[in-house]
């Protein structure tokens, strides 16, 4: 019987080990997801939000939250809600895992959660890059009569892919118009 580990001692153990193989799973599931289940061929660029990585960052606190919880306190009640609430965050997870922005030779999606924004190339009116002389990232402003899309650069928008966004909107006689950013 003192040889058994106790039930307290197995969830610690599971929470210390969801904790640290979490870590990496937090951080590469989105991009992985969003790399393998909206990859087109007709994407120019393909972005994973960082919403979608905060969440999922966020999803594995939580996760070993609860587990530390029934490892300190293991009831019945406990147990249950535990249960209820590992379920909910990672539906949750799972559910943010399927945001994405999409720059394709045809249309921008941008969706995100519950709302997914298409604007056809043939829509926009003007696409302004705007930089900073400080900073290595500017945005590209996508704008159609009655509304406006903003994406802010990563380190995935590479020479070839701005340049295919310049090319792209030249094709659809759309303007295109570089500038530096406001400062605030």
Same mark, same amino acid.
């Given at each position: ?6 039930? #307290? ?30 990859? *087109? ?9 960082? *919403? ?11 996760? =070993? ?11 019945? =009640?406990?147990?249950?809600?535990? *249960? ?13 895992? /399927? ?28 696409? =302004?890059?705007? $930089?900073?002389?400080?900073?290595? $990232? ?15 650069? /990563? ?12 090319? /792209?909107? #030249? ?7 570089? #500038? ?5």
């Amino acid at each position: 019987m003192l040889n058994e580990k106790s039930i #307290r001692a197995k969830i610690g153990i599971f929470a210390i080990a969801v904790g640290l193989i979490g870590i990496i799973i937090a951080f590469f599931a989105p991009t992985i997801m969003t790399e393998t289940l909206h990859f *087109s061929q007709d994407n120019i660029i393909l972005l994973t939000l960082k *919403s979608s990585l905060i969440i999922a960052i966020v999803s594995l606190v939580l996760i =070993v939250a609860i587990l530390i919880l029934l490892a300190l306190k293991a009831t019945k =009640v406990t147990f249950s809600l535990a *249960s209820l609430a590992i379920v909910v965050v990672l539906a949750f997870c799972t559910w943010s895992l /399927t945001n994405y922005t999409a720059i394709q030779k045809e249309q921008i999606v941008m969706k995100s959660f519950n709302n997914e924004q298409i604007l056809k190339w043939a829509e926009i009116e003007q696409v =302004v890059y705007e $930089y900073h002389d400080e900073l290595p $990232y500017g945005q590209y402003i996508f704008q159609t009569a009655n509304e406006e899309m903003v994406i802010t650069e /990563t380190a995935k928008f590479g020479v070839e892919e701005k340049q295919k966004i310049y090319s /792209t909107s #030249r094709s659809f006689d759309v303007t295109f118009t570089e #500038r530096k950013m406001a400062k605030e």
